[in-house]
C-alpha cells in the first residue's frame, strides 16, 4: 500500500491520540468505520433530508461544480467556503430520494482530491 506523507503523519497523531498499537490497527480501524458507515447508507430509503459536507482542494472547485450541477434537483442550499490555503468545504442542504442522495455521496468519495466526505442524514 502506498501512502503520502500527510497521511502518514496523520496516522502517526492518531496512533499517539486514540493508543493505536501501529499503522496496520488503523487500516482495520479505518475499514471497519467505511463498511459500517456503508452498511447504514445502503439501508437508506425513500425521502429523505440530509447534510453533505466534503473538504477538498482547490484545483477541485471545477469538479466539485459540476457535480453539483448534476445533482441539482437534490440540492436546496450549498455553501462553498475557503477553510485554509487551496483547502475548501463544501456544505450541501438535500432534499430527495435517498437512492440518489446515495449515489451523490459515492460520487463524491470517489473523487480522488477529497478529504473528508461526510453524509449525515436527518
Avoid: P, W
Avoid at 493508543?19 to 468505520?33: D, L, P
Avoid at 477553510?83 to 442542504?93: A, Q, T, V
Amino acid at each position: 500500500m502506498s501512502l503520502n506523507k500527510k497521511i502518514l503523519d496523520d496516522m502517526e497523531r492518531l496512533q499517539r491520540t486514540y493508543g493505536f498499537s501501529g499503522r496496520s490497527e488503523i487500516v482495520r480501524a479505518g475499514i471497519r468505520n467505511l463498511l459500517s458507515e456503508e452498511k447504514k447508507r445502503e439501508d437508506l430509503s425513500g425521502m429523505l433530508h440530509a447534510l453533505f459536507l466534503a473538504i477538498h482542494d482547490e484545483a477541485s472547485d471545477e469538479e466539485v461544480t459540476e457535480m453539483g450541477h448534476v445533482y441539482d434537483k437534490l440540492i436546496n442550499t450549498h455553501l462553498h467556503s475557503k477553510i485554509n490555503g487551496d483547502r475548501c468545504l463544501e456544505i450541501f442542504l438535500l432534499k430527495g430520494d435517498a437512492r440518489e442522495v446515495k449515489e451523490m455521496a459515492k460520487k463524491f468519495q470517489a473523487t480522488r482530491n477529497m478529504d473528508n466526505v461526510q453524509l449525515i442524514v436527518m
